[in-house]
């Protein structure tokens, strides 16, 4: 069973697989409309259960029409209207779920309920989101990185502000694509160190947002007040400093690009100018969800890789 939890699921030679799958079926669709299934409908008569315990829009999109894509069909399920949200457990919703769809992509808080998720589930799980991790992000991040031009080994990523799930899977890529990541947090919003430890020295933090940024291929931010978290005085007072400006892409080699996973709050975390720049590549990224997401289903069921 091909689960897809973390980047770490797949590995180094997994993630390639699915980057070169992701490239080439893009490609292949150039100037297709976008409901037109792909030639060769690899997912025919298959269905992906998507289970959201926090809202989405790229997820939810990206998702259904990546199943819809490959030929398959999705059954869109909010937390709330099913009997998950009423007590059933995550284990008794994995097995029900898994006697009706192929897999099933849940998109939650708490990292333990997607490895519940799996464990009982007799059909791959695809995590959409939690609070530790955000892999499927991360694949499309790689693909618009690769697309822009830039080769993964070697370069410079810099991350500015909370070390949150994104940049946890940034690290994880970090040390099986054999690229560095410099990541500038203000104290007490720090990754964790075991995912800093596990980079195999591919990842470090520093307080100096100018350090991180100095050199960089690609300059990487989120949102800093997340999903189901109050609005923070402190928290945002703390991360000003860490704001993505023009003077900060400055330091960044020349062509150097911005990412954010999006949704973006101008002003705070990014500058107007910066998002809305020439630098910026936050459309292809957010369109390459799609994209990534499709090989991340192909290779769950052991289609490619």
């Given at each position: 069973?091909?689960?897809?939890?973390?980047?770490?699921?797949?590995?180094?030679?997994g993630?390639?697989?699915?980057?070169?799958?992701?490239l080439?079926r893009?490609a292949?669709?150039a100037?297709w409309?976008?409901?037109?299934?792909?030639?060769?409908?690899?997912?025919t008569?298959?269905t992906?259960?998507?289970?959201f315990e926090?809202?989405?829009?790229?997820?939810?999109?990206?998702?259904?029409?990546?199943?819809?894509q490959?030929?398959?069909?999705?059954v869109?399920m909010?937390?709330?209207?099913?009997?998950?949200?009423?007590?059933e457990s995550?284990a008794d919703?994995?097995r029900v779920?898994?006697?009706?769809?192929d897999?099933?992509?849940?998109?939650?808080?708490d990292?333990a309920?997607?490895?519940?998720?799996?464990h009982?589930?007799s059909?791959?799980?695809?995590n959409g989101?939690t609070?530790?991790?955000?892999?499927c992000?991360?694949?499309?991040?790689?693909?618009t990185?690769i697309?822009?031009?830039?080769?993964?080994?070697?370069?410079k990523?810099?991350w500015?502000g909370?070390?949150?799930?994104v940049?946890?899977?940034i690290?994880?890529?970090?040390g099986?694509?054999?690229f560095?990541?410099?990541a500038?947090?203000p104290q007490?919003f720090?990754?964790?160190e075991?995912?800093?430890?596990?980079?195999?020295?591919?990842?470090?933090?520093?307080s100096?947002?100018?350090?991180?940024?100095?050199g960089?291929d690609i300059?990487?931010?989120?949102?800093?007040?997340s999903m189901g978290?109050?609005?923070?005085?402190?928290?945002?007072?703390?991360?000003?400093p860490?704001?993505?400006t023009?003077d900060?892409?400055a330091l960044a080699?020349?062509?150097?690009?911005?990412?954010?996973?999006l949704?973006?709050?101008?002003g705070?975390?990014?500058?107007?100018?910066?998002i809305?720049?020439?630098?910026?590549?936050?459309?292809?990224?957010?369109?390459?969800?799609?994209?990534?997401?499709?090989?991340v289903?192909?290779?769950?069921?052991?289609q490619i890789?």
């Amino acid at each position: 069973m091909r689960h897809f939890l973390n980047l770490y699921d797949a590995g180094a030679d997994g993630i390639a697989a699915m980057l070169a799958d992701a490239l080439d079926r893009k490609a292949a669709r150039a100037g297709w409309a976008k409901g037109r299934v792909d030639g060769d409908a690899p997912l025919t008569g298959h269905t992906l259960a998507m289970v959201f315990e926090k809202n989405s829009t790229r997820t939810r999109v990206s998702f259904d029409m990546a199943i819809r894509q490959l030929g398959g069909t999705s059954v869109v399920m909010d937390a709330g209207t099913m009997q998950l949200g009423r007590g059933e457990s995550v284990a008794d919703t994995a097995r029900v779920l898994s006697g009706y769809c192929d897999a099933i992509m849940i998109r939650t808080d708490d990292h333990a309920k997607v490895e519940e998720m799996a464990h009982y589930a007799s059909v791959p799980v695809i995590n959409g989101l939690t609070d530790a991790s955000h892999p499927c992000q991360i694949m499309a991040d790689l693909l618009t990185i690769i697309e822009s031009g830039k080769a993964l080994p070697g370069l410079k990523v810099a991350w500015l502000g909370d070390g949150n799930n994104v940049l946890a899977s940034i690290v994880e890529a970090a040390g099986l694509m054999q690229f560095d990541v410099v990541a500038a947090c203000p104290q007490g919003f720090a990754p964790d160190e075991e995912a800093i430890v596990a980079a195999s020295g591919r990842a470090r933090v520093v307080s100096d947002p100018r350090e991180a940024a100095e050199g960089a291929d690609i300059i990487v931010t989120d949102t800093w007040i997340s999903m189901g978290q109050a609005h923070a005085d402190a928290k945002l007072k703390a991360l000003g400093p860490y704001q993505v400006t023009p003077d900060l892409m400055a330091l960044a080699k020349p062509d150097a690009k911005f990412l954010h996973c999006l949704p973006a709050h101008r002003g705070e975390e990014v500058a107007t100018a910066v998002i809305d720049g020439p630098q910026s590549l936050i459309w292809p990224e957010a369109e390459n969800r799609l994209h990534a997401q499709k090989s991340v289903l192909r290779w769950c069921f052991d289609q490619i890789g």
